[in-house]
C-alpha cells in the first residue's frame, strides 16, 4: 500500500461555548483516491475540511495529528508552520461556486494571482499558465466553445462555469489533495454530472486525492470509492462505497439509507388519486406567457406559453433545470407575478387574487428566509388567519395552535423566534401559516430541498397526509428526482419557458419520451452504479457518463 | 492590469453618450423644482435687500425705498417677479447682487475656486485617510489599535470644527509659526507661478486639516464595518485557500469590495461641499461660497443667496454622475454596458 497523501489522527475541534464540532476523528486518504465524508447539517463535515485546509478561525481549539505525504511534522501543532500547504499541497473548492470568486475582478486576474503566488513567472507568463488550466477544465480559448473567458467577469458566467473556474484555481499549485465542500449541490443535475466528471477526470489524470464532502447519499457514493459518516462530529461508520448503502452496519447510517430518496429507474410512484377530476375543482394555468426585462435592453422569456392542471387531492411534480421557469410559473399561479398573457382559474371562474388569495398558498425554499425574525411563530401564522379568514384575537391563538398540532409541531413552539427553530421545524410552521389561510391548493417551490434526508421524509410525509386528508392540490416544484419520483401523481419537465413532456409520474420518468427528459435522468446519480467504474467503463467508446 | 481595454468599442462609447445624455436630462426637472423651491423659500423671508440697505446706512424714507425697490424690480407683485426669475434663469443669467453691485454669476464664479479646492481636498484628505486607518482597525479588530482608532476618530467626530481649526491656529499659526493664520495667499505677495502655488497650499493646509479630521470619523467607521463584512465572504476563504499571499487577499479581495460604500459616502458629502465650509471659511477668513451665502443672508440678497443655492444644486448633480461612473470603475456588476463575455 502507497504512503497515504493525508492521516488525520484523533482531530477534535471546538468553538468556545458549545459541543465539540468534531471529536476525535481519524482517516487517510490514499493518493488517486476519493473519499466521500457525508453527513447531515452540523455534523462536522465542513468544519473537519476547514481544520483540514488550516482556514479556522482563530478562536475555534484544534487538537489531533494530521500528516500530509512530503512533510514532516503535525500540522495542527500550535507554532507549525503551514507556509506553502494551502494551493500547492491541499487545494479546496466550496459549495458556492458564485460566493468563492471576486466580483470585482477578471476571472484572468483571479487565476493569474494564484498562478503567480506559486510559481515565480512574469505576468505575461502567468495568463499562459492561465489559459492552459481554463481549458484543462472545459474552458477552452479555442475551438468551438472558445471565449475570452479570462476577461469575464463572475457574474457573467453561470454555476458550472463558476465551479469549473474555482477546481482551475484549485489546481494551479498541483496540490495532492482537493478539498470539496459540497461542491455540486448548489449546481443543477446535468450541470453537476459534468463537474463530477471533471473531478474524477482529474483524479485519474493528475492522481489528485480527493475529499468529497456533501449531504447527498447518491452523490457520495457515486463518486467515492469509500464513504465517512459523520454524525455530531463523530464518524458513525467507514467503508467502501458500495458496502456502505447496500449494507450499512451503523444504525445512523441505516436510517441515513432509509431516508434517502435515490432516483432509481425502477420504482414506481404516485398514488391513487383521489379522482374527483372534474374541471370545476380543478387548478388551471392555461397558456401562461412571462417575459422580463433583460440585461441591457430586450426582454427574456421566462414562461412561453405553459398549460398546467392540478387536481384537488393531486400532486404534480414541477420539474427542470434553473432558467426553466418553474418558480416563475409557481408565483403566477399563486399571483406573486402576473402573466402577460394566459389565465390562471379555478374551475370555471378566473382567479381574482385581490379576493382569492386563500385559495393558493405557497410553501418556499428556505423556511429562515420566509419568516419576519422578529416575529413570534404564532404570530406569523395568526397574520393570515386575521386578515384572510378575519378571526379575531382568541380565535387567531386557538386557530393558530390547531395548525400547529396539524403540522406536526408542539403548541409551546409557537411563542418563539423563527431562528430558535430547526430547518425542519421551521418549515412544517411555514406549511402551517400557507394552511392558515385555508387554502384549496399549495404551491410548493422546493419547499423541502434545504432540508437533511431525515427531517426531509418527515415534511414529505406531512404533505401526502394533508393531501389525503384535506384533498390538498399541490404543484410540487422541484429539480430533486428522486423527491419528485416519491410524491407526485404526474410530472411535468420544463425547459426554457416551455412544456418538455408531461405525464403520469411513474410512466415519464421510467420510460421518457423527449431526448432532453432522457438527459435530465441520465444525469442523476443514483449511487448504485459508482460512477468511476461507469467512467472507466465509457471513457472506452469516447463517452461519457450522463453526458 | 493586462486586462485593460485596449480599444473601446463603439457600442460602449454610443453607451457612454446615451448615459450621459440620461443622467443630464434626469438633472433638468430636479433643478426647475430647486429654482421653485428655492424663490417659494426667499418669498417667506421677512424682509429684502432694500430694508438691509436702509438698515445699513441708518436712514432713509419711504420715498427712497420706494424707488430702491423700483429700481430692482422688488416692487412688482410675486407673480411678475417669478416670471422674471424664471425667464433669466432659462438664459442662464442668475441677476445682479445688490450688496455686491455685481452680476451674481461672476461673484459666485470669483468665490467658487476657493471652495471647491478646499472641500474637495478635505474630503478626499479624509477618505484616504480614513480608508487606510479603517482599513488597519478592521485587520485588528477587537485588538489595542482597533480600539485606539476608532476611539480617536470618535472624539474628533464630536470636536466643533471651529475650536479644532482655533487650536491649530493658536499652535502652528501663532505659536511654531509654521502656517499662516488666514487668508488663502499672501497678500502683497508676488510669486512666480510655483511660489503661488505652493503658499495657496500652504494657507490651505489648516483649514483642509480641520475639516478633514472633523469628517474622519465617518469614513473610518465605514471602511471598518465593509472590511469586516467582505472579509467574511466566500471569496476570501477561498483566496486563502488557494493560497493567495495574505497582502493580496486583504488589498485586492477585501479592501478593494470594501471601497463602494465609501464612494457612496463621498458622493454624498458633496452635498454639504458649499454649506459645510461656513464655520470654516469664517474661522479661517477664506473667502469662500460658505462666507459669500453668509454675507447674502445678512444683506437679504435674495438674487445672490437663489444663485448660489442654485450653483450648488449643480455641482451635486454633477458630482454624483461622476459618483456612478466611479462605481461602475470599482464594480463590474454595475459597470455600463457589462453583459456577454467575448
Given amino acids: 500500500m502507497t504512503e497515504p497523501v493525508l492521516t488525520l489522527d484523533g482531530l477534535s475541534v471546538r468553538f468556545p461555548g458549545s459541543e465539540p464540532a468534531v471529536a476525535d476523528l481519524s482517516l487517510t486518504v490514499a493518493p488517486g483516491e476519493v473519499l466521500s465524508l457525508i453527513g447531515e ?25 494530521m500528516r500530509l505525504a512530503g512533510r514532516d511534522g503535525n500540522l495542527f501543532a500550535p507554532d507549525m508552520d503551514r507556509q506553502g500547504v494551502a494551493g500547492r499541497q491541499i487545494a479546496m473548492i466550496f459549495q ?62 453561470s454555476g458550472g462555469q463558476k465551479q469549473r473556474i474555482a477546481i482551475a484555481a484549485a489546481l494551479v499549485g498541483d496540490p495532492a489533495l482537493l478539498l470539496a465542500d459540497e461542491p455540486t449541490t448548489a449546481l443543477d443535475a446535468t450541470v453537476q454530472a459534468q463537474i463530477l466528471d471533471l473531478l474524477l477526470r482529474l483524479v485519474d489524470e493528475r492522481g489528485i486525492a480527493i475529499i468529497f464532502v456533501t449531504h447527498d447519499l447518491a452523490v457520495a457514493a457515486s463518486i467515492g470509492d469509500r464513504i465517512v459518516v459523520l454524525k455530531d462530529g463523530t464518524a458513525q461508520e467507514e467503508g467502501r462505497a458500495q458496502q456502505i448503502i447496500k449494507s450499512p452496519s451503523a444504525a445512523y447510517t441505516a436510517r441515513l439509507v432509509a431516508a434517502s430518496l435515490p432516483f432509481t429507474k425502477e420504482a414506481g410512484a404516485g398514488h391513487d388519486q383521489m379522482q374527483s377530476a372534474s374541471d370545476s375543482d380543478a387548478l388551471i394555468l392555461d397558456n401562461i406567457h412571462r417575459s422580463f426585462a433583460a440585461r441591457g435592453g430586450g426582454r427574456v422569456q421566462a414562461v412561453g406559453g405553459v398549460s398546467l392542471r392540478v387536481n384537488p387531492g393531486e400532486i404534480v411534480g414541477l420539474i427542470g433545470e434553473s432558467g426553466s421557469g418553474k418558480t416563475t410559473l409557481g408565483r403566477i399561479a399563486v399571483g406573486l407575478e402576473q402573466a402577460d398573457l394566459g389565465r390562471v382559474s379555478i374551475g370555471f371562474s378566473p382567479l381574482d387574487f385581490e379576493r382569492d388569495r386563500q385559495a393558493i398558498q405557497m410553501v418556499f425554499q428556505d423556511p429562515l428566509a420566509c419568516f419576519n425574525p422578529r416575529q413570534t411563530v404564532l404570530g406569523a401564522i395568526g397574520h393570515p388567519l386575521r386578515c384572510l379568514r378575519g378571526l379575531k384575537r382568541a380565535a387567531i391563538r386557538k386557530a393558530a395552535y390547531g395548525l400547529l398540532e396539524d403540522v406536526g409541531l408542539d403548541p409551546a413552539l409557537g411563542d418563539r423566534q423563527p431562528h430558535q427553530l430547526s430547518g425542519g421545524q421551521l418549515q412544517r410552521a411555514a406549511i402551517a401559516r400557507a394552511l392558515a389561510a385555508g387554502p384549496r391548493f399549495l404551491v410548493c417551490d422546493e419547499a423541502v430541498a434545504s432540508l437533511d434526508v431525515s427531517i426531509r421524509a418527515q415534511v414529505l410525509e406531512l404533505l401526502d397526509r394533508l393531501r389525503i386528508r384535506d384533498g390538498l392540490g399541490l404543484l410540487f416544484i422541484s429539480h430533486d428526482l428522486g423527491v419528485v419520483q416519491r410524491i407526485a401523481d404526474r410530472t411535468v419537465v420544463m425547459r426554457h419557458g416551455v412544456e418538455v413532456e408531461a405525464g403520469p409520474t411513474a410512466a415519464l420518468l421510467s420510460a421518457p419520451k423527449q431526448p432532453y427528459t432522457r438527459q435530465l435522468l441520465a444525469s442523476v446519480p443514483s449511487g448504485e452504479r459508482p460512477w468511476r467504474a461507469a467512467r472507466a467503463a465509457v471513457t472506452k467508446d469516447g463517452r461519457r457518463p450522463g453526458a | 492590469m493586462p486586462e485593460a481595454k485596449s480599444k473601446v468599442s463603439p457600442s460602449r462609447a454610443a453607451r457612454f ?19 421653485i423651491g428655492v424663490f417659494g423659500l426667499l418669498e417667506l423671508a421677512e424682509g429684502d435687500a432694500v430694508d438691509a440697505y436702509l438698515a445699513g446706512i441708518g436712514a432713509g ?42 452680476d451674481v454669476s461672476t461673484v459666485i464664479l470669483e468665490r467658487l475656486p476657493n471652495t471647491l479646492l478646499m472641500m474637495i481636498s478635505a474630503i478626499l484628505l479624509s477618505a484616504s485617510i480614513g480608508v487606510i486607518l479603517g482599513g488597519i482597525a478592521a485587520m485588528r479588530k477587537g485588538g489595542p489599535l482597533d480600539a485606539g482608532i476608532t476611539f480617536g476618530a470618535l472624539i474628533l467626530n464630536a470636536t466643533p470644527g471651529f475650536w479644532l481649526g482655533l487650536l491649530g491656529i493658536i499652535l502652528f ?36 486639516f480641520t475639516l478633514a479630521l472633523t469628517y474622519l470619523a465617518l469614513y473610518v467607521r465605514l471602511m471598518r464595518g465593509a472590511m469586516i463584512e467582505v ?19 486583504v488589498l485586492r479581495h477585501i ?28 474661522v479661517f477668513s477664506i473667502p469662500g461660497l460658505g462666507a459669500l451665502a453668509f454675507e447674502a443672508v445678512s444683506q437679504r440678497d435674495l438674487q445672490l443667496l437663489a444663485g448660489i443655492l442654485l450653483a450648488g ?20 456588476r454595475v459597470r455600463l454596458g457589462a453583459g456577454e463575455i467575448a
Fill in chain 2, 173 to 208: 499659526a501663532v505659536k511654531l509659526r509654521w502656517l499662516p493664520i488666514g487668508g488663502l495667499s499672501t497678500l502683497d505677495a508676488d510669486y512666480g507661478p510655483v511660489r503661488a502655488t505652493l503658499d495657496v497650499a500652504r494657507h490651505l493646509v489648516l483649514p483642509v
Fill in chain 2, 255 to 282: 479592501g478593494r469590495p470594501a471601497l463602494l460604500p465609501v464612494v457612496t459616502m463621498i458622493g454624498l458629502q458633496s452635498g454639504t461641499l458649499l454649506g459645510g465650509s461656513v464655520v470654516i471659511e469664517t
Fill in chain 2, 17 to 35: 453618450a446615451v448615459f450621459l445624455f440620461q443622467r443630464v436630462v434626469q438633472a433638468i426637472p430636479v433643478l426647475i423644482l430647486v429654482a
Fill in chain 1, 41 to 65: 447539517s452540523g455534523s462536522g463535515k465542513s468544519t473537519t475540511l476547514h481544520a483540514i485546509a488550516g482556514l479556522l478561525p482563530p478562536e475555534a481549539k484544534v487538537s489531533g495529528d
Fill in chain 2, 313 to 332: 444644486t449643480l455641482l451635486v448633480v454633477f458630482v454624483n454622475i461622476i459618483v456612478d461612473l466611479a462605481y461602475g470603475l470599482l464594480d463590474p
Fill in chain 2, 231 to 249: 472579509g467574511e465572504s466566500g471569496w476570501v476563504l477561498a483566496a486563502r485557500a488557494r493560497g493567495v499571499p495574505e497582502r493580496q487577499v
Fill in chain 1, 96 to 157: 458556492n461556486p458564485g460566493a468563492s470568486l471576486n466580483p470585482v475582478l477578471t476571472i484572468g486576474a483571479q487565476l493569474d494571482e494564484v498562478v503567480r503566488a506559486h510559481r515565480a513567472v512574469s505576468r505575461t507568463e502567468a495568463r499562459a499558465v492561465t489559459e492552459e488550466l481554463l481549458d484543462a477544465v472545459g474552458l477552452p480559448r479555442t475551438g468551438p466553445q472558445a471565449k475570452d473567458w479570462s476577461r469575464a467577469y463572475p457574474h457573467q458566467l
Fill in chain 2, 61 to 102: 424714507d419711504a420715498g427712497l425705498a420706494a424707488e430702491l425697490r423700483d429700481r430692482y424690480g422688488l416692487g412688482d407683485g410675486l407673480g411678475s417677479r417669478f416670471l422674471t426669475y424664471s425667464t433669466r434663469l432659462v438664459q442662464f443669467d442668475l441677476g445682479y447682487s445688490i450688496a455686491f453691485s455685481r
